[in-house]
């Protein structure tokens, strides 16, 4: 939504200071605050001394945190707010553990200045060299939203004739879960990189979904997907690429369809004159400062991308979080 018209210098400067609520929750995060509180109550002084930080500055995050509604503070001890107790400590079924990626994210969005004046990316190695560090905490984010996006995007699709599904680059597979559980007889294949597919397979089995969803090692940019597929998901997939890169991943999702198979796009998608939403536009920063062509991109360009690739009977379908559904078939 556009700034609007009455908007104050103070608009502005609540803005620019933004970061600063971002900063002390992903600090917070990365220490471990929340989860060494757990359900107890405890001073500044003893918090310190369990995350290995300096009293007074622990002191006065904690303090923050309580402004920021996530602590409460009764008598000089601290305890997590409900909000912090259900979603910030490990171990609980809501725990948001992809924070740890939005950590990462502050790194490389700290460097958009210069990315916007030099036009190329922040300087990181490859997806497959990123390590562990990097990797865990990305597709646990990934994880977390999908599992509450992936059933409404389901029962949004016509399932019908459908019993094989292919999700590329599907990282925890979430989303081939999904369709498993929706329709009997449904079986999915997460296929995604080789370092991704371990953790993809550990998901799998806690959900007890092995026989239906399987992972399969491959870079879908170089390698086959194989065939005999009746849908094939591209869940936030093609803002990472080229448009040229995304026309030639949508030729090849295509030869992987039988005749009358689907497509489905999932992504943010911009107006045609790129001046919103907010989110895609946002996120077309996080493509500019990740990626080395990454984009979000608009309604008229994914569907001539399809087109091209030979799909009909294209269609759009808005969630209610965000992103939109963009389904063609061979």
């Known amino acids: 939504m556009p700034m609007s018209t009455d908007a104050t210098p103070k608009t502005i400067q609540e803005i620019a200071s933004a970061f600063q609520r971002s900063r002390a929750l992903l600090t917070a995060f990365e220490l471990d605050i929340f989860t060494t509180i757990n ?3 405890l001073t500044s002084s003893e918090v310190a001394e369990a995350v290995g930080g300096a009293p007074r500055h622990v002191d006065r995050l904690l303090n923050a945190l309580v402004a920021l509604g996530l602590l409460e503070k009764r008598e000089g001890r601290f305890a997590n707010a409900p909000v912090a107790a259900r979603y910030l400590v490990k171990g609980r079924p809501g725990y948001m553990g992809g924070l740890g990626h939005t950590a990462h994210l502050w790194e490389t969005w700290g460097h958009l200045t210069e990315v916007v004046r030099e036009g190329r990316p922040a300087a990181r190695p490859p997806i497959n060299d990123r390590g562990d560090e990097w990797l865990r905490p990305f597709i646990a984010a990934m994880h977390w939203r999908s599992r509450q996006t992936a059933p409404e995007v389901v029962k949004a699709l016509d399932l019908a004739g459908v019993s094989r599904v292919i999700d590329v680059g599907g990282g925890s597979g979430a989303y081939a879960m999904a369709f498993a559980r929706a329709k009997a007889g449904v079986s999915a294949v997460v296929f995604d990189l080789p370092n991704v597919v371990p953790l ?20 879908y940019m170089k390698d086959s997907l194989g065939e005999g597929f009746d849908l094939a998901l591209l ?8 448009p040229a890169q ?28 790129r001046g919103g939403p907010l989110q895609p536009a946002l996120f077309a920063l996080n493509m500019l400062v990740g990626t080395e062509a990454g984009d979000t991109y608009t309604d008229a360009e994914v569907r001539g991308w399809l087109q091209e690739a030979g799909f009909t009977s294209v269609t759009r379908t808005d969630t209610t979080f965000g992103s939109s559904l963009v389904v063609g078939r061979r």
């Open 200 to 219: 993809t397979r550990t998901y799998i089995v806690e959900e007890s979904l092995a026989a239906q969803v399987e992972a399969v090692a491959g870079d």
């Open 39 to 41: 359900e107890q109550q």
């Open 246 to 273: 995304n026309q030639a991943l949508l030729a090849k999702v295509a030869r992987a369809l039988t005749s009358g198979g689907q497509v489905v796009i999932q992504d943010f998608l911009m107006a045609e004159d």
């Open 235 to 242: 869940s936030m997939v093609i803002h990472s690429h080229s």
